[in-house]
């Protein structure tokens, strides 16, 4: 946005280094392991106030932001997730580089990791300003029980022309296999300025899924067969926005829809290997 207020410094580094917990989530399949991955758990800030983000390190002056802030910020009507709640994350006020990053514990997982089948599903929504090219990049690097990296991988958010120069934004998302020996992953929303003064890479509905392609795929209630069951939770679901690779997005397009009612009733009526 190219207008923003004073900015109180030493209370806003006071508040960003306040906000830096490093979130630990449970493992687990199939479901959004990032912490606060809609930037719904704290109360966000009109941009000027950089208030961060609670589950999330802020490194700089990156922090939350209500979707009704108006002055140039995207809003409720602009492209963005249809479940978007009320904040989205920003580069912040007067800065060219910040981030908020998490660490993902995954020990829990460790055999399905070892044996190299797991795979990850990272995704967001990224975006910008009007004809700015600020934008955020989501990324996640994979690390041993001793810290060693052993593996990353990330996605560029949309530029100007990307968004057709409209504010606001799109999803993005990438995939691939989680090495061997990983046992944490840390994931990281970096935001760049281009033009003007604010920072306008912005994000909402990070998530970060693990999948096992060992899995029974539609036994969503773990009893070993898909069955009423496992639909009564498909249904419950059915129609709705999700974080891409979430166990009832089977095509893995963030939103569970005729595609994935064909492939569970597929399944529909099998026991599990
Ligand atoms: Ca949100
Ligand atoms: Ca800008
Ligand atoms: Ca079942
Ligand atoms: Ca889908």
């Known amino acids: 946005m190219p207008v923003m207020g004073v900015f109180p410094r030493g209370s806003v580094l006071a508040l960003a280094a306040v906000a830096c917990a490093a979130g630990v989530a449970s493992a687990g399949t199939g479901v959004n392991l990032v912490q606060n991955g809609g930037f719904e758990a704290g109360a966000g800030g009109n941009g000027s106030i950089v208030v961060g983000a609670p589950g999330w390190t802020t490194l700089g002056f990156a922090t939350g932001v209500t979707w009704d ?104 998302s990438v995939s691939g296999a989680v090495p061997a020996l990983a046992r944490s992953a840390r994931v990281t929303l970096s935001f760049q300025r281009v033009a003007g003064d604010f920072n306008d890479g912005y994000a909402d509905g990070i998530g970060f899924v693990l999948r096992s392609p060992a899995a029974c795929p539609g036994d969503f209630n773990g009893d070993g067969v898909v069955s009423t069951p496992d639909l009564v939770i498909f249904l419950g679901v059915f129609g709705q926005a999700v974080t891409p690779g979430s166990a009832q997005d089977f095509n893995g397009d963030g939103v569970v829809s005729t595609p994935d009612l064909v492939s569970f009733l597929g399944l529909f009526g099998t026991a599990c290997p």
């Not at 108006?70 to 904040?87: K, Q």
């Not at 993902?104 to 090219?133: E, R, T």
């Open 69 to 172: 802030t108006g002055a140039g910020f995207p809003g409720p009507f602009d492209p963005g997730p249809a479940d978007r709640g009320a904040n989205f994350a920003s580069g912040g006020p007067g800065n060219s580089s910040s981030a908020l990053a998490q660490v993902i514990d995954v020990s829990g997982d460790a055999a399905l990791i070892d044996s190299g089948s797991a795979s990850f599903v990272l995704s967001g929504w990224l975006g910008g300003y009007f004809n700015q090219d600020d934008h955020a990049t989501l990324g996640v690097q994979f690390f041993s029980e001793s810290s060693e990296l052993l593996g990353a991988a990330s996605v560029v958010g949309p530029l100007a022309a990307d968004r057709e120069g409209l504010t606001g934004l799109l999803q993005r």
